[in-house]
């Protein structure tokens, strides 16, 4: 018997106007009705898949989200976090210099807005209506980001983005286990 249904929700669960279909709720709520436990999976942040677990009724049937990529696994029914993963803030500033220069523009969360270090790409304008959230532009990231992160977001020309990638890994798994990190 099938006792969990984990699913994405952009490009899987939700229609192209990143919608839930009234067939689809209707399904969703009867199987957990049966004693099916629902999980919604996003790198979306918890607020913003907040709507379509109350669409689907998961405090009422004892579901989870699963927010940030991984970052932040939610208990509906507690209405709590009931497993967590976030960048500190003092690895933010490490962050931000390893991701410098005019073709990057990094992204964080604070409050209601998406939090953008300089001027907004397309893709930072994309992230906020997604999340159906503001921008917050600002020329200091470091100041503005007053939180840990569960998750940051660096846009910018793909090819250049997959480098980036591959260079923050090494730079970043190195520092980690030199502990170079580390709070002082």
């Known amino acids: ?21 009234p067939y689809t709720q ?3 709520i009867e199987a957990q009705q049966k004693g099916l436990t629902v999980i919604l999976a996003s790198g979306r942040p918890l607020y913003s898949i907040l709507p379509f677990a109350e669409q689907l009724e998961l405090k009422q049937y004892r579901g989870f989200i699963i927010s940030f990529n991984g970052g932040l696994v939610w208990d509906c029914a507690k209405g709590k976090a009931i497993s967590e993963q976030s960048i500190p803030l003092h690895v933010i500033p490490h962050l931000v210099a390893a ?11 604070k409050g209601n807005s998406i939090v953008v270090q300089g001027q907004p790409d ?14 917050l ?10 939180e840990p992160q569960h998750k940051c977001i660096v846009t910018g ?28």
């Open 1 to 21: 018997m099938i006792r969990f249904l984990a699913t994405d929700l952009d490009g899987t669960l939700l229609t192209s106007g990143k919608a839930i279909t």
């Open 26 to 28: 209707r399904v969703l």
């Open 99 to 109: 991701v410098k220069g005019d073709d990057f523009h990094i992204h964080g969360y």
């Open 122 to 135: 397309e893709w930072s304008h994309y992230i906020a209506r997604a999340n159906k959230k503001p921008l």
């Open 137 to 146: 532009e600002t020329e200091d990231f470091i100041s503005t980001i007053t």
């Open 157 to 184: 020309p793909p090819r250049k983005l997959w480098h980036l990638e591959r260079r923050l890994k090494r730079q970043f798994e190195a520092a980690l286990l030199t502990s170079s990190l580390k709070k002082q």
